[in-house]
């Protein structure tokens, strides 16, 4: 959908529920990545978890009529309380920091061809 922000949590590694959840998921890469803000993976993590979350009724469903399915794997899929609880912090609404685009990127780069063909034909 467009215009449609990603989700994302409104509570950070602080909570403890989305911290159990990114030790479940990601610890092993959480670890090797450190402390170091620059090398930290934790925000794109955060990311993904808050991704996984919103979107777990679907993996869920999928996982049921697909056993065997990768997404069975998925470790927070298992812990249903826990999941319960973090699509409480879970959120795509847009905020005064957050906000989407007013183009889709097809249209933008279409625009931008036109622009750039109009000034090439202008410069001959």
Known sequence: E????PP???AGMDNPDVKEAMLM?????IAESGDDSEQSSVGVLLMLLASVTYHSEWLLRTTATNP???FSSIPLLLHRDLLTRL?????IDETAVVR???IPLRFACWRL????G?????AT
């Open 25 to 29: 998921c990601y610890g092993s890469m």
């Open 8 to 10: 994302r949590f409104i």
């Open 2 to 5: 467009f215009a449609t922000l």
């Open 113 to 116: 061809d036109g622009v750039c």
């Open 100 to 102: 989407p685009t007013a």
């Open 87 to 91: 699509n409480l912090l879970v959120m």
């Open 68 to 70: 065997g399915h990768p």
């Open 118 to 122: 109009y000034l090439d034909k202008r």
